[in-house]
């Protein structure tokens, strides 16, 4: 895992100096990405140049030092990723031992650059990757992004220049840099606690869509091009689903599934895994230990608050399987030392509390591994989310019941206040029902009016709308609306939703961030493309049956785990945030709720935010989520924004 950067100065007209010193700033600024050597590559004629940050996992030797040229000198690369099946296409590109220096995955991709084309090349690739290829036949750039965006590429055209990076802080060292804060990316962020592709923070800057390449010629022309779509993947083997038993089935996802974490197990560097205890990672750990020769490293995050500690399920896990298991207690004060460092870690706004125990996980898996598994993405194709089973419902129940009776349920449900709620509900959370029903009551009402399911799913994963009035809200990538209702059934359709976007938006980005923090790569077996697209060959009652998602590795859990020690409601990555913000994150929130530039600057409605803001604090309602949100962009201004302002001498 690394950092890259770079700038294509297409008219030639700066010189090497200022674009070696301008992309060298790009480099140092990430260099927390790549602390185990850094490279650059200049062609003043041509006025490219490009920049790496390496953290070393294969191939430790200065072979795998980057940027990398092809052997037949016509390609340069510089690559963040991981390349699964790199011996598996250097044996396909039948090339002579002697053409390569040493063993690295990031050779073995210019070599197919070289022989096949960056198109062809990467669609024979298992991994996850983010990588620019300069093309010094054609001087053309390209940049590409791996299928379901598992690591990050920002790129932006200033004055008729390309820039890109991994993170958004290395496009603040570009010469003429003058950050406009987007609006309407701000409208939508508070909609979904992110920055939804292809947006970001600033206008003219973005992030490229997982599964495309974007090409720049010398005339500054540039061109995104889509090589892998999940939808159209999704509706391809829908249409071949898998013949035979369920039993053969479940064989099927389990051999790709082992063969996926066999892959990810390769690396020169210690390895382990995060266990949480959920099914996921549980299912990860358990055909990890079945591969390997000792103990697997695990780690874990606990709490001491009644209704989030998985630690002691994750234990016992731990126990049967005979790993090496690390575990920390989390308590608001490792929440208060790591607050400050999340809006520069982050770059932009980004309010999925979760974040703080990903990051813990990371920093206590680094003191002893370099590399970690971990169970991301199982929710997205196994149908894991609550509320896909809850969404569905609500479907049903408004096809079949007229609007008006609808209309005076909600007002019935909302009329009841979400303590109450909690205390009728009490004898059926916690198994039949979710913790904190009472506020999931109070957000599921108004959805009862919604015809469209798309657009009352849209409704389920918002947190905050209507804050800023007179600002037209952006529409991100992935909301296809009318193709996708058109042709599928309520949850199907919402796992594609997610995939398009939560995905990659919020689970993946918290992920990369956090562990490149601290040096980590984390690597997500489940979402190996292959069994994204064997999932979806998967009958419904594989995945779902009764409102229990993730049928399919549950069965191939139970197969190694016994049902007892992982049997048990979904709990998620949650941290006590409600009663952390009433308790020691007390003051540190009513100060930022009233940072003026949410309301002179941004035009957030500040009587919204304030009423919200007390009825929290006096225990009346629990707006966790939304003032969460409001809280890291007031913060990512005054830590982040402010300093990328001043370092252009922009006035804040």
Request: a negative charge.
């Amino acid at each position: 895992m690394c950092g890259i950067s770079g700038l294509f100065n297409s008219s030639a007209a700066s010189s090497a100096d200022i674009l070696r010193e301008t992309v060298s700033e790009m480099n140092a600024a990430i260099a927390h990405r790549g602390p185990d050597g850094d490279g650059l590559w200049l062609d003043e004629q041509q006025g490219i140049c490009l920049a790496h940050r390496r953290l070393a996992i294969v191939d430790l030797t200065p072979t795998g030092h980057q940027p990398m040229e092809s052997s037949c000198g016509r390609y340069v690369i510089t690559y963040n990723g991981e390349i699964y099946n790199a011996p598996d296409v250097k044996r396909e590109l039948f090339l002579n031992d002697e053409k390569f220096r040493g063993t690295s995955d990031t050779e073995v991709l210019v070599e197919a650059i070289a022989q096949w084309g960056v198109q062809k090349a990467v669609s024979k690739m298992i991994g996850m990757f983010a990588f620019a290829v300069w093309d010094r036949k054609e001087n053309r750039l390209t940049l590409t992004r791996d299928r379901l965006g598992i690591k990050p590429l920002y790129w932006t055209m200033q004055n008729g220049d390309l820039a890109f990076a991994s993170e958004l802080k290395s496009l603040a060292r570009i010469p003429g840099w003058s950050p406009q804060i987007n609006r309407s990316a701000v409208s939508v962020y508070l909609r979904y606690n992110y920055v939804p592709t292809p947006y970001s923070i600033y206008e003219n800057v973005q992030k490229l869509e997982p599964g495309t390449l974007l090409t720049c010629d010398r005339r500054g022309q540039t061109e995104i091009i889509r090589y892998w779509d999940p939808v159209d993947a999704a509706r391809q083997r829908r249409k071949s689903p898998l013949i035979g038993s369920d039993e053969s089935s479940i064989d099927q996802v389990e051999r790709l599934l082992s063969d996926a974490i066999g892959r990810r197990m390769v690396a020169d560097v210690p390895l382990g895994a995060f266990l949480s205890g959920g099914i996921d990672s549980s299912t990860v750990v358990a055909l990890m230990q079945a591969q390997s020769d000792k103990p697997v490293e695990t780690f874990s995050i606990g709490f001491d608050v009644s209704g989030y500690d998985e630690a002691p399920q994750a234990r016992e896990i731990a126990k049967h399987l005979g790993t090496s298991h690390n575990e920390l207690y989390v308590t608001s004060d490792h929440s208060l030392d790591v607050i400050p460092l999340l809006a520069g870690m982050y770059d932009e706004p980004f309010a999925d509390s979760s974040q703080i125990p990903t990051y813990l996980i990371n920093k206590l898996s680094r003191e002893k591994v370099t590399v970690a598994l971990s169970g991301d993405g199982g929710d997205e194709l196994f149908c894991g989310y609550n509320r896909y089973n809850w969404g569905r419902r609500l479907d049903r129940i408004c096809q079949t019941i007229p609007f008006p009776i609808r209309r005076l349920i909600a007002n019935g449900l909302t009329s009841v206040r979400p303590a109450i709620w909690d205390k009728l509900l009490s004898p059926f959370t916690g198994r039949i029902l979710p913790n904190q029903i009472g506020d999931k009551v109070h957000k599921a009402a108004p959805l009862f009016s919604h015809a469209d399911p798309v657009a009352m799913y849209r409704d389920i994963v918002t947190h905050w709308q209507g804050l800023m009035p007179d600002v037209e809200e952006a529409v991100p990538a992935g909301w296809r609306l009318e193709e996708l209702r058109q042709e599928m059934d309520f949850v199907p359709c919402m796992q594609l939703l997610d995939s398009q976007t939560y995905l990659h938006d919020d689970i993946l980005t918290k992920v990369d961030r956090a562990s490149m923090a601290v040096a980590m790569e984390v690597r997500v077996p489940i979402l190996d493309h292959r069994l994204y697209e064997l999932s979806w060959r998967l009958p419904d009652h594989l995945k779902s049956v009764n409102g229990l998602g993730k049928i399919v590795l549950r069965k191939i859990l139970e197969r190694h785990v016994p049902k007892e020690l992982y049997d048990r409601p979904k709990a998620g990555f949650a941290i006590p945030l409600a009663e952390w913000l009433r308790g020691p994150l007390r003051d540190w929130a009513i100060d930022l709720a009233h940072n003026p530039f949410l309301y002179e600057e941004i035009g957030i409605d500040r009587q919204a935010v304030l009423t919200r803001l007390d009825e929290h604090l006096k225990g009346r309602r629990n707006w966790q989520h939304q003032l969460w949100s409001i809280l890291m962009l007031s913060d990512w201004h005054k830590q982040c924004h402010k300093s990328q302002a001043q370092h252009t001498g922009e006035a804040a």
